[in-house]
């Protein structure tokens, strides 16, 4: 089972890159790796998804090495309206016991 | 744009009440999945179903029954509610087959009394 593992919370300034990394030493060879944003009271949105190596869109590039076993959302000169948490992943729809978010890390962006 | 509405933003009811949750989304998808949150627990899987009546145990289907009779609407049901069920619950959506784009909903905040 690929349990994900990210950091609790991180503090970042408006302008500056954040890369938040998130840990799944168990991944299987079908999963793949996304990233969901969640503002208070709100469900969490897609960001990005990623089998290997680098995906980049408009708001986000996501780094995996070639063991798979982290991956890093990058997100490019934050600013306050970044402020949120951020889920890692890991798995695919079917088997569901194989789809498991992480616990998320908060983001917190200052002036 | 996906849309997946959920039938009440906040809900109290009693212990041992039957309480339905409805979860309805827009776009033809065939994915949809139920979850709840709990501070420091993150986002755990209650159960998904990929199809009209087919449905598959998540992390946490004790206590917890849904039912899927139409393809945009997906039902959770707490047969006879607790106060450890007292929680966040939000519906999400996905296209289908391998997509982990899930779309959710802006969730039900449920107190159970």
């Known amino acids: 089972l690929a349990k994900t593992t990210q950091p609790i919370s991180m503090d970042s300034y408006e302008g500056q890159e954040v890369n938040i990394t998130c840990s799944h030493n168990?991944?299987?060879?079908?999963?793949?790796i996304t990233w969901y944003q969640q503002f208070p009271s709100q469900g969490p949105r897609f960001i990005i998804q990623g089998y290997k190596t680098k995906v980049t869109n408009e708001v986000a590039s996501l780094f995996i090495p070639a063991d798979r076993k982290s991956s890093t959302l990058s997100l490019p000169r934050v600013s306050l309206s970044d402020t949120a948490v951020y889920y890692c992943?890991?798995?695919?729809?079917?088997?569901?016991?194989?789809?498991?978010f992480g616990t998320g890390t908060r983001l917190q962006v200052f002036p | 744009d996906v849309k997946v509405t959920q039938s009440s933003r906040y809900l109290v009811k009693r212990t041992g009440e039957k309480v339905f949750l409805e979860c309805v989304q827009d776009m033809d998808h065939e994915n949809m999945f139920w979850y709840r949150q709990d501070p420091g627990l993150g986002l755990r899987l209650i159960y998904f179903s990929y199809d009209v009546k087919m449905k598959e145990k998540g992390d946490i289907p004790e206590g917890y029954s849904v039912s899927r009779e139409k393809k945009e609407r997906f039902s959770l049901i707490l047969e006879s509610a607790s106060t450890n069920q007292t929680s966040m619950y939000l519906c999400?959506?996905?296209?289908?087959?391998?997509?982990?784009?899930?779309?959710f909903g802006p969730g039900t905040r449920l107190t159970v009394l």
């Open positions: 168990n991944i299987a060879t079908n999963d793949y």
């Open positions: 992943l890991v798995g695919v729809i079917r088997p569901t016991d194989k789809l498991i």
């Open positions: 999400a959506s996905s296209l289908g087959g391998r997509d982990n784009e899930q779309f």
